[in-house]
């Protein structure tokens, strides 16, 4: 008799696991828009794309290897001066 009670415990058991496995599977991250081509990133960085300045600014501080707040300032200065320009 204790056998027919052990087979029916695990028999509840496994459909009890069976039938609530979905709950626990892992859910898919949201995709991402689909007209980003980089990954997600903050609303602020996404706000506007880099300028020709800009990117022009970058490769004139990783030729100076600057890095840290000299190259923060170094861009500020480069595109503050590029904008000057036009």
């Known amino acids: 008799m204790t056998t027919t009670y052990s087979r029916a415990a695990a028999t509840a058991l496994a459909s009890l696991l069976l039938f609530a496995s979905p709950a626990f599977a892992q859910t898919a991250a949201p995709a991402a828009k ?28 990783d030729a100076k290897g600057l890095h840290g707040k000299e190259r923060k300032k170094f861009r500020a200065e480069c595109k503050k001066a590029a904008e000057e320009k036009k």
């Open 34 to 61: 689909s007209d980003s081509a980089a990954p997600a990133a903050s609303d602020k960085k996404m706000a506007k794309p880099r300028t020709a300045a800009s990117l022009e600014c970058s490769k004139e501080a």
